[in-house]
């Protein structure tokens, strides 16, 4: 296996709304984070106690696997019925000849053998794969977000009060990448020359809503909203 090098390269998304918005979105979603299957409280009785902007990093990653490879194999060869051996390359199969009465009366009669021998395979394959916060597979490509990237992130990278990185390794993500880009292989594999090739990795901080709501009986729950997506998560 080849050694993958990897560098990483760090990238913030701009907001798609703003701080108004992101509040407007909450107090009509707030009656129902707070609802149960008995009651239903009221809008007055749930107060936003804050409401701030973090950004969250996703991981992009896209590579090339290749692998070339030696299998054995074994494929079915129909003969005419006349035939009695199959010669390749100097070696000899006896044909085995169909004796059953009703086969000779069948128009399309022909025999057949399984000959085995050794097939040569090469496989490419180039895909991507990202990942939320946490860890878990998102759908999202860098030709999504090429248009709405922020032209200085380190303003906003450099803070580390609303900024959450990654909770997955590189490390993970890196294997992930690789078990999705890898075919399976068959058993019968003799020899295998493998090549795995990192294009890009990207840590994509996405602006992300947090609201900190108190209902009745002071409890205390959290909404958060997409800022790229407009949609509570």
Same mark, same amino acid.
């Given at each position: 296996?080849?050694?993958?090098?990897? %560098?990483?390269?760090?990238?913030?998304?701009?907001?798609?709304?703003?701080?108004?918005?992101?509040?407007?979105? !909450?107090?009509?979603?707030?009656?129902?984070?707070?609802?149960?299957?008995?009651?239903?409280?009221?809008?007055?009785?749930?107060?936003?106690?804050?409401?701030?902007?973090?950004?969250?990093?996703?991981?992009?990653?896209?590579?090339?696997?290749?692998?070339?490879?030696?299998?054995?194999?074994?494929?079915?060869?129909?003969?005419?019925?006349?035939?009695?051996?199959?010669?390749?390359?100097?070696? !000899?199969?006896?044909? @085995?000849?169909?004796?059953?009465?009703?086969?000779?009366?069948?128009?399309?009669?022909?025999?057949?053998?399984?000959?085995?021998?050794?097939?040569?395979?090469?496989?490419?394959?180039?895909?991507?794969?990202?990942?939320?916060?946490?860890?878990?597979?998102?759908?999202?490509?860098?030709?999504?977000?090429?248009?709405?990237?922020?032209?200085? @992130?380190? %303003?906003?990278?450099?803070?580390?009060?609303? !900024?959450? $990185?990654?909770?997955?390794? =590189?490390?993970?993500? +890196?294997?992930?990448?690789?078990?999705?880009?890898?075919?399976?292989?068959?058993?019968?594999?003799?020899?295998?020359?493998?090549? =795995?090739?990192?294009?890009? +990795?990207?840590?994509?901080? !996405?602006?992300?809503?947090?609201?900190?709501?108190?209902?009745?009986?002071?409890?205390?729950?959290?909404?958060?909203?997409?800022?790229?997506? $407009?949609?509570?998560?």
């Amino acid at each position: 296996m080849t050694k993958i090098d990897h %560098k990483i390269k760090k990238v913030v998304l701009k907001p798609q709304i703003d701080l108004d918005t992101a509040e407007e979105m !909450v107090n009509n979603r707030k009656v129902k984070l707070f609802q149960t299957l008995l009651k239903k409280p009221k809008k007055s009785e749930i107060h936003l106690h804050s409401l701030k902007l973090f950004y969250e990093a996703c991981l992009i990653l896209s590579g090339k696997y290749r692998a070339d490879f030696i299998r054995d194999v074994s494929h079915t060869i129909h003969v005419d019925k006349n035939v009695r051996e199959l010669i390749l390359d100097d070696k !000899v199969y006896p044909i @085995p000849q169909k004796k059953s009465v009703f086969s000779k009366l069948e128009p399309t009669w022909k025999n057949k053998i399984k000959v085995k021998f050794q097939e040569r395979l090469v496989i490419e394959n180039e895909d991507d794969v990202a990942f939320d916060h946490h860890g878990k597979e998102i759908d999202l490509s860098y030709k999504n977000i090429q248009k709405i990237i922020d032209k200085y @992130p380190r %303003k906003i990278l450099n803070r580390d009060d609303n !900024v959450k $990185k990654p909770e997955i390794t =590189i490390d993970a993500t +890196i294997n992930k990448l690789i078990s999705k880009l890898k075919e399976p292989t068959d058993k019968g594999v003799k020899s295998l020359d493998e090549e =795995i090739k990192l294009y890009d +990795i990207l840590e994509v901080y !996405v602006p992300v809503f947090e609201a900190r709501l108190i209902g009745p009986k002071k409890k205390i729950k959290i909404l958060r909203i997409d800022g790229i997506r $407009k949609k509570v998560l």
